[in-house]
């Protein structure tokens, strides 16, 4: 596992990771959500295991289908797409899945398992799309303002605060006025075209 962990993320360490999410259990953090993209031929046959490590762990788990940000080449988007709904007939072989109506304000549409309190969510850009309820803009460390998180309008705010240093106003209005070119959803195929070229490390989430 820590070595596919590895391969997966590139950089990451296991060890540290479960290290802290027992750490921020441990600080008196509630409610903590673990988010996990399945490839299929590359993690699908760790979906009951990660339902398990959230149900020990008391944890919260959402799969996300994989979303075509940014050029890969390890692995071909077409062939290991995995469906929502494909991970939760694999997780409802083992667990009864009961619908709730509890939200995070995200994407994610939850469940519950009657023996456990940790909720599974899926987050479905593909075959669910939830774009119509979207409530996201995100500010990169560049100071520039993503309109959508599947297409490229974003708006430059660095140079608004450098034009005009302390003006609030002048902030807010360039924030609300960059609403006009929020896109209404993404075009994302499961044909594995890029969509848009920035990693999703580089969008944040
Ligand atoms: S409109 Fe863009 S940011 Fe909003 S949910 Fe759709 S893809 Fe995400």
Redo the contacts with the bound molecule.
């Keep these: 596992m820590p070595e596919r962990f590895r391969a997966l993320t590139r950089t990451g360490d296991l060890k540290r990771v479960i290290d802290g999410i027992r750490a921020a259990r441990e600080a008196g953090f509630t409610r903590i959500k673990l988010n996990a993209v399945i490839l299929k031929g590359r993690n699908d046959d760790e979906i009951l295991d990660l339902v398990d490590f959230a149900r020990n762990e008391n944890v919260d788990i959402s799969f996300i289908e994989e979303m075509p940000l940014g050029q890969v080449s390890e692995h071909d988007r077409a062939e290991t797409f995995c469906s929502s709904d494909e991970v939760r007939s694999i997780i409802e072989a083992q667990h009864a899945l009961l619908p709730t109506t509890e939200t995070t304000l995200g ?1 994610s549409r939850y469940y519950r398992m009657a023996d456990s309190e940790s909720r599974i969510g899926f987050i479905s ?1 593909h075959s669910h799309n ?2 119509e309820a ?1 409530n ?1 803009v995100r500010v990169t460390a560049e100071g520039r303002l993503l309109l ?4 490229e309008h974003s708006v430059d705010l660095r140079s608004v605060i450098r034009r005009h240093p302390g003006d609030l106003e002048r902030l807010k209005a360039a924030i609300v006025d960059a609403m006009r070119f929020k ?4 075009h994302f195929t499961t044909d594995g075209d890029v969509q848009v070229v920035r990693f999703m490390n580089m969008t944040g989430g």
């Design positions: 994407p850009p939830f774009c979207c996201r959508c998180l599947g297409n896109p209404e959803r993404h």
